[in-house]
């Protein structure tokens, strides 16, 4: 919750819960159901819905310990699995409640606060047309207009999408948030793209998560 504010984080209540994730993962690999176990132990409610700044933050915070390679991996791939199907979940389930994609579009958009400085340090030119690329997706109602012809353009060529070189450390991330972002748009309503859209979006040019203000940009 960002401070000075009341009221529950954005999307409380449109779940899914931890458990829901876990069920639907439904792990049998022992190592991982254990480090579930414990990871299950850090929320408060693991019953209830969680938040949308919880859910861009699945699988983080808290350490892997002692694991096998094998398991490691496993567990790897278990996270990222259910943090992609909470989200796209949390999505379709808020999707009659609010406008999407474009509420995704602010999320990439207050990435693109931070990201687009980034690339302007190596790369002005593609700097502005990320920009522009970005402007024309977020006002449908501008001159002219964007349309999936455009969108499917912009990915096949990789028109308006990083490409410094070289490439600003976790550049790799903003990238993929705009690509799955175009892939949403391109074939709607996109869940599974707006998920993972999101989830590229959190991480900052210093690696850092920002998670907070991406699920502030998408509210609800």
């Not at 994730?21 to 990871?39: F, K, M, N, Q, S």
């Not at 861009?56 to 996270?79: I, N, P, Q, T, W």
């Not at 958009?109 to 502005?128: H, I, R, T």
């Not at 353009?153 to 690509?179: I, N, Q, S, T």
Request: charged share 20%; aromatic share 8%; hydrophobic share 40%.
């Amino acid at each position: 919750m960002t401070p000075g504010t009341s009221g529950p984080p954005p999307g409380a209540g449109w779940g899914p819960s931890f458990d829901e994730i876990v069920g639907h993962l439904a792990p049998t690999d022992p190592e991982v159901r254990e480090w579930l176990a414990r990871y299950r132990g850090t929320h408060q409610a693991p019953d209830r819905p969680l938040p949308l700044r919880d859910l861009l933050d699945f699988g983080y915070g808290m350490e892997v310990g002692s694991m096998s390679d094998e398991g490691y991996d496993r567990l790897g791939e278990a996270l990222e699995a259910g943090q992609q199907w909470g989200l796209a979940e949390w999505l379709a389930r808020a999707g009659p409640g609010l406008p999407l994609p474009g509420r995704v579009v602010n999320a990439v958009e207050a990435a693109s606060a931070w990201w687009l400085p980034a690339l302007a340090a190596v790369d002005p030119g593609n700097a502005a047309e990320v920009q522009e690329l970005l402007g024309r997706v977020a006002d449908p109602d501008r001159e002219p207009g964007p349309t999936v012809a455009a969108f499917r353009e912009a990915l096949g060529m990789w028109r308006g999408l990083p490409r410094p070189k070289p490439p600003p450390p976790y550049v790799g991330h903003f990238c993929g948030a705009v690509r799955a972002l175009l892939e949403a748009l391109v074939d709607p309503p996109g869940y599974p793209a707006l998920a993972e859209s999101l989830s590229f979006a959190t991480v900052a040019p210093d690696g850092s998560r920002r998670s907070e203000a991406i699920a502030a940009a998408v509210g609800g």
